[in-house]
């Protein structure tokens, strides 16, 4: 998916959306190069597919608690959105650009990309407070259905997902080919539906990204509190580790999610000429980017990595500590013989 400068050609198509078909310049080395597509494809595909192994073949020493069946969840969807989009676009490269999107491939296209985005989003953020639930109300969070209970936020979360992406098909707003793929028409927001469904996937996006934090500051702020006023309720290194990994994907979430939902709020508040440049190239893939990159903090931070470092951490610093006793010791002694 790319962006496209202000003297691009528009025709218009109907079904239930319009899309604008855009001319790209052919002799330009970028446009043809389908190396980012087919890396984005290939890494976060192939990375989504080794966290669902794992996550799978390591189910025993997990036990499939809420928090790794919000990572299956995650990883379900990154993966599954990435191999049912990025070949739609692949397969414009292969037809050395003589295939056109059809209106419903485009609008295929559009849905299957917004709803990954969002879903995504929304997992990152019950993630979120599933810790804080279990960090501020234990008891409600430990009955014997929260397996249960997460396996309807997550069917919750892909339900309000798939009807959030699915508006413009429904006639509010509009599909938009940008390049070599489409999304939704967040440009032209001069036409009145197309801004409608710019500001509340733009806006849904923003309020996730907020309540994301939320929820983080509060459970980390607690932590850091009864730490130094000596009521740790600190079970470990288990809690330490799901709080880094889950920080991590947070930071991440928001670099590559807010500033293409902010982006897509300035073009519906009239901010931003209705063009598609470099811009809205660089933040499109960068949102998707984010699908790509979390299978491989998984993969990286995994529980049993992260014991190990710590426990290599804890060695060293034990070895530290009893050198630096033996050192005392012994200077000691030194000093009692001069004495």
Not at 46 to 63: F, M, P, Q, R
Not at 248 to 274: D, G, R, S, Y
Request: one cysteine or more; glycine letters at 6%.
């Amino acid at each position: 998916m790319t962006g496209d400068t202000a003297s691009d050609d528009f025709t218009f198509s109907t079904l239930n959306t319009s899309i604008i078909n855009i001319t790209t310049d052919s002799n330009n080395p970028a446009e043809m190069n389908a190396a980012p597509v087919l890396l984005l494809f290939v890494v976060g595909v192939g990375g989504n597919i080794i966290a669902l192994t794992v996550l799978l073949l390591t189910a025993k020493s997990h036990n499939w608690k809420p928090f790794y069946r919000f990572v299956f969840g995650l990883a379900i969807t990154d993966g599954g959105g990435l191999l049912l989009s990025l070949p739609v676009s692949l397969s414009i490269y292969a037809s050395e650009f003589q295939r056109e999107l059809s209106p419903a491939l485009c609008g295929y296209q559009m849905f299957m990309i917004m709803f990954t985005l969002m879903s995504s989003a929304m997992i990152v953020c019950g993630m979120s407070f599933d810790r804080f639930f279990a960090t501020f109300y234990p008891f409600q969070y430990n009955r014997p259905y929260k397996q249960i209970r997460t396996n309807i936020v997550l069917t919750v979360i892909w339900g309000l997902s798939a009807l959030i992406s699915s508006l413009p098909l429904f006639g509010l707003g509009s599909s938009r080919k940008f390049y070599r793929g489409c999304f939704m028409n967040f440009i032209e927001t001069t036409i009145e539906l197309n801004r409608i469904d710019a500001i509340i996937y733009a806006s849904i996006g923003v309020i996730i990204v907020m309540a994301t934090w939320a929820f983080n500051i509060a459970v980390i702020g607690y932590f850091i509190y009864k730490r130094y006023t000596g009521e740790s309720t600190w079970s470990g290194w288990k809690d330490m580790h799901v709080i880094i990994f889950l920080l991590t994907v947070v930071v991440l979430f928001t670099l590559c999610w807010l500033p293409f939902m902010v982006n897509i709020l300035q073009h519906a508040n009239f901010a931003l000429p209705e063009t598609a440049g470099k811009t809205e190239l660089l933040l499109t893939r960068l949102s998707i980017t984010n699908s790509v990159v979390d299978p491989w903090i998984y993969i990286i931070l995994r529980r049993e990595i992260y014991s190990s470092l710590m426990a290599c951490v804890r060695r060293v610093y034990h070895r530290g500590r009893a050198s630096h006793t033996t050192w005392d010791q012994s200077s000691g002694d030194k000093l009692e013989n001069l004495t």
